[in-house]
């Protein structure tokens, strides 16, 4: 497994707008395609407005596959423009486990 780690660092006054997008529409749209959501935060201490959100995959093809699967598909097509007008920036890990991690 792998875990790909998207940090956003979300526009001054827009947080509530991009979790209510992401809330009621997004993960609708992601969920299906993407599979495992494993958590979604947002930050209360150290660098403020950043969302951390982490998708679980069987490997970097798999990712790849699901990726493409969701930036083809017309509803994300759509939606992704409105909730882009809520990122300031974004930063994207992808993260392996190591022998002794309980996630692998």
Known sequence: MIVEERIYRICSGKMKDYLALVRDE???????????????????????????????????????????????????????????ETIESLENRILVPVDFSPLK
Request: zero cysteines; hydrophobic letters at 45%.
């Open 26 to 84: 997004g993960l609708a749209i992601q969920k299906p395609i993407l599979g495992n959501l494993i958590g979604y935060f947002v930050t209360e201490i150290g660098p403020l407005n950043h969302v951390v959100h982490m998708w679980g995959y069987d490997s970097l093809d798999d990712r790849a596959r699901r990726r493409a699967a969701l930036a083809s598909d017309p509803r994300w097509q759509a939606f992704s423009p409105r909730l882009a």
